[in-house]
């Protein structure tokens, strides 16, 4: 059910990984891939070329061979942090879960930092979360 009142309870947990383990895909804007690009010191193209795979509408990341969902999870947590794309960089503030709290307490049985720390208004993290609908417009 949608809910644009009330609160909800998030903060990141220090050394966790759970939400790039989740099976999914990692998707980027433009944006994005020329900032990791960079990051990594290649040429966007290698980049692309390397790692995203292009349908009409969406770029996302190919899923690494063998185990794991992203291939930028590495011992330490995420190896391009600065840059990681939006959908990343939000979770687990994306529209379908801050505005729906079902879904919410389905995220929370593997992000352990929902029901922690910070009080937040459901409608400032929905207006965080909006930057999804601007970052991924083919899916909102
Ligand atoms: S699963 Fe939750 S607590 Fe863990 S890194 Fe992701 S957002 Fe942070
Ligand atoms: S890009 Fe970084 S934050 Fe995003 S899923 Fe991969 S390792 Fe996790």
């Given at each position: 059910?949608?809910?644009?009142?009330?609160?909800?309870?998030?903060?990141?947990?220090?050394?966790?990984?759970?939400?790039?383990?989740?099976?999914?895909?990692?998707?980027?804007?433009?944006?994005?891939?020329?900032?990791?690009?960079?990051?990594?010191?290649?040429?966007?193209?290698?980049f692309?070329?390397?790692?995203?795979?292009?349908?009409?509408?969406?770029?996302?990341?190919?899923?690494?061979?063998?185990?794991?969902?992203?291939?930028?999870?590495?011992?330490?947590?995420?190896?391009?942090?600065?840059?990681?794309?939006?959908q990343?960089?939000?979770?687990?503030?994306?529209?379908?879960l801050?505005?729906d709290?079902?879904?919410?307490?389905k995220t929370?049985?593997f992000?352990?930092?929902i029901?922690?720390?910070?009080?937040?208004?459901?409608?400032?993290a929905?207006?965080q979360?909006?930057e999804?609908?601007?970052?991924?417009?083919?899916?909102?």
């Amino acid at each position: 059910m949608a809910a644009t009142s009330g609160t909800i309870q998030f903060t990141c947990q220090p050394g966790c990984t759970k939400c790039c383990e989740v099976t999914g895909y990692v998707y980027f804007t433009e944006a994005d891939i020329r900032n990791a690009a960079r990051f990594l010191g290649v040429a966007k193209a290698a980049f692309e070329k390397q790692y995203i795979y292009r349908t009409a509408h969406q770029r996302r990341m190919r899923k690494p061979r063998g185990k794991g969902q992203c291939h930028f999870l590495k011992d330490g947590g995420c190896s391009i942090h600065p840059v990681k794309p939006v959908q990343c960089r939000l979770f687990p503030f994306w529209p379908e879960l801050v505005g729906d709290r079902k879904e919410w307490r389905k995220t929370a049985s593997f992000c352990p930092g929902i029901g922690k720390g910070e009080l937040i208004q459901i409608g400032t993290a929905l207006e965080q979360a909006s930057e999804m609908t601007t970052a991924y417009p083919g899916f909102y």
